[in-house]
């Protein structure tokens, strides 16, 4: 299984400059299996990109299909959906699958309303020429999609919960922590542990660095610190710190990457738009 | 008065090594009168930064002032993100287009609903008020005078004229031209077949348009399009340099500044729209120029 980063960042995306080399674009991410299956996670501003690239192939001649899991709602993970180009080519089929909000609305009305015609010309999801397919995913669930299993549970995520989510594929596990705060960060959710066991790759939110955190406590998001806890806890192989500040010049990053790193034996990076990695 | 631009792109932001010049931030524009005062016109991700700038500025809480030119996300999603909204005793007054909805506080709230945002707008320290413009009726903010303009963008949008210090200047943005699509209250698939009535609706709006900017120095217009994209998707509500010069050739006015740059314009394409639209507005008597995040214009005759 390969990853690839399209968008890391948090909240806001951010160009300019002092962004390049990890990149500005917020949260999108995408997982192939070694026969080429496809599954993304999430919709942020970086699925802008890697949607174009997808029009290269498939999803360019209507013939396409892929699943999209969302671990919430939030604008920073959904604002690339309407800019995501193989939703306007007819015959393409995409499964977009996520918890319904802790507010109460349903998965299908939230985007429907986040189209809602004053807010995106598009006026609803019956006008992407795709087929569309919502699905509500219920947190705590093993599901089966081509070529990969996932299981999912609920975290925290301030004053909602976020779907984590473990994937695994061609023998190698993903998982995906990303927007979650738990009620001690030195002492993380059992729920959040048990889903990194021994995966190959532990991707998690580390939008603060472990300075910075006191100041946001409550916000919803986990300092540094906070994946290196989940990891060595669970035995995974690697942290991908994810879902940078949007204050986080490239600078500052390589400064909580190093930080980070001297304080566990698990190899830690810092997770950056770019290529294909081996999980 | 002077204007600054805080977001220069349309759609959405677009991170990258190839926007570090003109940027990548969306729809935020600052104007800024010789005493000091502000209005803010469009509140997309450009007034992140914007926002910053000014608290650092302020030594007591502000009362700021937004013109959007309607609610497309580009043009709203930064304002979550102002960081004066969340000083205690800030006031931000929100002037909008009232479309597809029954009230503007239920819209512009509703971005920062629980489902996409974890705090919402009427929960944050500042005060908000919302005030619903209407095209041609004109409104005094401090000493800006400010005029509405009607534009032709799906489920409407309006421009302003901003009157202030001896001068003015117009924010044209997000609109079509005025002859092939007339946009209304519901989805174009594409271009439709346009009824003598729309010719008219088209004809009245163009030229309400141009007489509110004769006597404009500055006019900031949605040139999204090249002329070979606009050919393609003339039904989405956006226009091309050329088409914006035509208007400001009509006006007569001394300076058209190219806005809301499409996501897939890079930094060199930029260059090269920069270069051959001054060349072109050279010889109709327009200067052109084109913007970046950054930029700051000072308006009026005393400005050259």
New interface residues.
């Given amino acids: 299984m390969k990853i690839r980063f399209w968008g890391v960042?948090g909240?806001?995306?951010?160009?300019?400059?002092d962004?390049?080399r990890y990149?500005?674009?917020t949260s999108s991410v995408e997982l192939l299996t070694d026969a080429g299956q496809r599954l993304l996670i999430d919709l942020g501003?970086g699925a802008?990109e890697l949607g174009k690239q997808l029009m290269a192939g498939e999803f360019g001649k209507g013939q396409g299909s892929v699943p999209i899991l969302l671990s919430h709602?939030?604008?920073d993970h959904i604002?690339?959906l309407?800019?995501f180009t193989p939703f306007f080519i007819k015959g393409n089929e995409i499964r977009i699958l996520g918890a319904s909000?802790?507010?109460g609305?349903s998965l299908e009305s939230?985007l429907q309303?986040?189209l809602?015609?004053?807010?995106?010309?598009?006026?609803?999801l019956e006008?992407l020429a795709a087929g569309v397919s919502i699905e509500t995913l219920t947190p705590g669930s093993t599901i089966t999609l081509p070529g990969f299993e996932v299981r999912t549970v609920a975290v925290p995520h301030?004053?909602?919960w976020t779907t984590a989510f473990r994937v695994t594929a061609d023998g190698k596990t993903v998982t995906y922590l990303s927007d979650v705060e738990y009620p001690n960060v030195d002492d993380p959710l059992a729920e959040a542990i048990d889903l990194a066991r021994d995966a190959d790759l532990l991707v998690h939110d580390a939008m603060h660095a472990d300075h910075d955190y006191d100041l946001r406590r409550g916000?919803?998001h986990s300092p540094a610190r906070a994946g290196v806890v989940v990891a060595e806890r669970a035995g995974a192989k690697k942290l991908a710190l994810f879902h940078h500040s949007?204050d986080a010049t490239d600078d500052m990053i390589d400064e909580v990457v190093s930080r980070t790193a001297a304080r566990t034996a698990v190899p830690v990076f810092a997770a950056a738009?770019g290529s294909y990695l081996d999980v | 008065m002077q204007i600054t631009f805080w977001g220069v792109r349309g759609s959405y932001p677009v991170p990258g090594a190839a926007t570090v010049r003109y940027g990548g931030q969306t729809s935020c524009v600052e104007a800024r009168s010789t005493s000091g005062e502000t209005v803010i016109v469009d509140a997309g991700t450009g007034m992140r930064a914007l926002g910053n700038k000014l608290l650092r500025e302020a030594t007591a809480p502000q009362h700021h002032h937004v013109l959007l030119s309607h609610v497309h996300w580009d043009h709203i999603q930064g304002l979550p993100f102002f960081s004066p909204a969340y000083i205690q005793g800030t006031k931000i007054s929100i002037y909008a287009l009232l479309t597809a909805a029954d009230e503007l506080q239920q819209v512009i709230g509703g971005i920062t609903r629980h489902e996409f945002f974890p705090m919402a707008l009427e929960a944050v320290p500042a005060a908000f008020e919302y005030h619903e413009v209407e095209p041609g009726v004109d409104f005094e903010i401090g000493g800006f005078r400010v005029t509405p303009i009607a534009l032709n963008h799906p489920f409407g949008s309006v421009g302003y004229r901003l009157d202030c210090d001896g001068s003015a200047w117009a924010y044209v943005s997000d609109t079509a031209p005025f002859d092939q699509v007339l946009h209304k209250q519901h989805f174009l698939k594409g271009p439709e077949p346009l009824s003598e009535d729309d010719r008219i609706a088209l004809g009245a709006m163009r030229e309400a348009l141009v007489q509110r900017l004769v006597g404009v120095d500055t006019v900031v217009y949605d040139t999204h399009f090249t002329e070979d994209e606009y050919a393609r998707f003339p039904h989405y509500g956006h226009s091309t340099p050329d088409q914006a010069l035509e208007i400001c050739a009509a006006a007569k006015v001394r300076r058209l500044v190219l806005y809301h740059h499409a996501p897939s314009h890079g930094d060199e394409q930029m260059d090269k729209i920069a270069a051959e639209y001054l060349a072109k507005g050279a010889g109709v008597g327009v200067e052109v120029l084109t913007s970046f995040e950054g930029m700051t214009l000072p308006i009026g005759p005393e400005a050259t």
């Fill in positions: 960042r909240s806001f995306a951010m160009s300019g400059r962004f390049l990149g500005g674009n501003t802008t709602t939030h604008l604002q690339g309407p800019f909000p802790s507010s609305m939230t309303n986040q809602a015609p004053h807010y995106s010309p598009l006026n609803g006008n301030g004053s909602m916000w919803g949007p738009e």
